[in-house]
């Protein structure tokens, strides 16, 4: 009887080990798969935002070339006595400033390290706005002519 009782006393000892270790390599495992998938997601972000620095740069050559537009026109705005053409020129001219904030913005969320959804929509609004900008030029181009 005292042999059966040493015996159980082993193999529950024994069990209680193996679980013990089975629980400890569970838990490394776990952390291990926890560090690999965040580094994996930062990795895949940097990746998709690197498309969004791209369409940041257009936006900025776009934004450049249209004020150059600006600029060239703005001699042939101040020597017209045109006080409607003054008057959109000057509101061309604004539309072309919130196309810049819009830029500003979209540079910001991409400074800040904001989800890929909301740099593309600041993307989006300041695309947008460059077109504003640049129908306003047109329209003022027509009314110079």
């Known amino acids: 009887m005292k042999r059966s ?10 069990s209680i080990s193996v679980l013990g270790i089975l629980m ?11 560090g690999i998938s965040s580094v994996t997601s930062s990795i895949s972000t940097d990746v998709g ?5 791209d369409q940041l740069a257009v936006l900025k050559s776009n934004y450049n070339t249209l004020e150059g537009q600006y600029n060239n026109m703005k001699t042939s705005v101040d020597n017209s006595n045109n ?4 008057t959109a020129y000057v509101n061309a001219d604004l539309e072309l400033v919130k196309a810049n904030s819009d830029i500003s913005d979209v540079e910001s969320a991409l400074a800040s390290g904001k989800s890929k959804q909301e ?3 600041r993307i989006t609004a300041a695309q947008a ?3 504003t ?5 047109s329209s003022v ?5």
Request: proline share 0%; aromatic share 8%; hydrophobic share 50%.
């Open 133 to 137: 900008a640049r129908s306003s030029l």
């Open 24 to 34: 400890i390599i569970a838990t490394i495992i776990l952390f291990a798969y926890i």
């Open 49 to 53: 935002s690197g498309s969004a620095y």
């Open 119 to 121: 740099v593309q929509k």
């Open 141 to 145: 181009e027509d009314m110079i002519s």
């Open 5 to 14: 009782r040493l015996n159980l006393f082993k193999v529950t000892s024994m």
């Open 83 to 86: 006080r409607n053409l003054k």
């Open 129 to 131: 706005q460059l077109d």
